[in-house]
């Protein structure tokens, strides 16, 4: 039993004439007389009797008929299925990304994502940079938002972003006075920052800042989420250094001054299999390229 057959049998059930079957299904007559002939025989059954010039359906025909035009409407859905599969509109995704993006870029594209391709189911891990490293190697990431660096072989990393630091001050601060803030005036003050195993990028470019300044910075606490750092910064603990993304962040008691004096900037990156290339991982790297490489100017837009 062939599709074909069961299209050229539906066509004749519905026109009730061969004839205007044929001419629906683009071929002639003998041809389509002949394939529900062989469908007749392999079946065993009549599925149509003559009525004047036309035909009608046996009783075993219509019972024939509800099946086969399921039969057709679901190899109809298997070649959509495959098709969109194909263009990457369908599938899953896992993917990692670090604390600090939850609050900026990944909520942006995951709402953007979904609302473009809700038929692409996904898998969302808050994830360390040294997790994100053992799940790519266990291949149970596909995408990872994080910040650089990580480097593993297999997996392509592509900077989306690079942005200023900026710094979280407490309101009541005297620094939060000024426009922005010089990396000489944080020579005495109490800083908030990330252990260097969590963030050792970010760890590195704040010392570095800091000693190009002339002074080592004074660090009274490391917290392993930059939010909760902030968090700590409205509630007088300290000061703490963000990338300007996550000035977006709007706590109580939390003022944001740019920083004068340094050129580190923040990177934000992508990073995907190289060696298990997917549609569906092709959409999401698009998509992240556009919105990410947009900066804190177009993620402020869309919380607004």
Do not use: N
Request: with cysteine; charged share 20%; aromatic share 6%.
């Amino acid at each position: 039993m062939e599709l074909r057959q069961l299209r050229y049998f539906v066509a004749a059930a519905e026109e009730e004439h061969f004839g205007r079957a044929a001419t629906r299904v683009h071929i002639s007559q003998p041809p389509l007389s002949q394939q529900i002939q062989s469908l007749e025989t392999e079946l065993g059954v009549d599925l149509f009797e003559r009525v004047g010039r036309g035909v009608r359906l046996t009783r075993a025909g219509a019972e024939f008929l509800v099946h086969a035009r399921g039969v057709l409407r679901q190899s109809e859905r298997a070649v959509d299925m495959a098709q969109r599969a194909g263009r990457g509109e369908i599938g899953r995704l896992a993917i990692g990304f670090v604390g600090s993006l939850a609050f900026t870029y990944v909520p942006w594209l995951i709402r953007e994502f979904r609302a473009r391709y809700p038929d692409i189911g996904l898998s969302l891990h808050e994830l360390t940079i040294a997790q994100q490293t053992d799940w790519f190697s266990d291949r149970r990431l596909q995408i990872g938002l994080l910040r650089p660096p990580l480097e593993l072989p297999g997996v392509e990393l592509e900077v989306l972003l690079r942005e200023p630091f900026a710094l979280a001050i407490p309101d009541s601060h005297p620094l939060a006075q000024l426009d922005s803030v010089p990396v000489a005036a944080l020579r005495d003050e109490p800083l908030i920052m990330l252990p260097r195993l969590v963030g050792l990028r970010y760890y590195s470019q704040v010392l570095g800042m800091c000693h190009r300044a002339g002074f080592s910075p004074l660090v009274i606490h490391e917290i392993g989420h930059l939010p909760t750092a902030v968090s700590l910064v409205g509630a007088g603990v300290g000061l703490t250094v963000v990338p300007e993304s996550l000035t977006v962040l709007s706590l109580p008691g939390v003022t944001y001054r740019s920083i004068s004096g340094s050129s580190e900037l923040a990177e934000t990156a992508l990073c995907w299999c190289r060696e298990e290339p997917l549609p569906v991982v092709d959409r999401f790297i698009d998509l992240a390229r556009v919105l990410v490489s947009s900066g804190v100017k177009g993620l402020a837009r869309s919380i607004l």
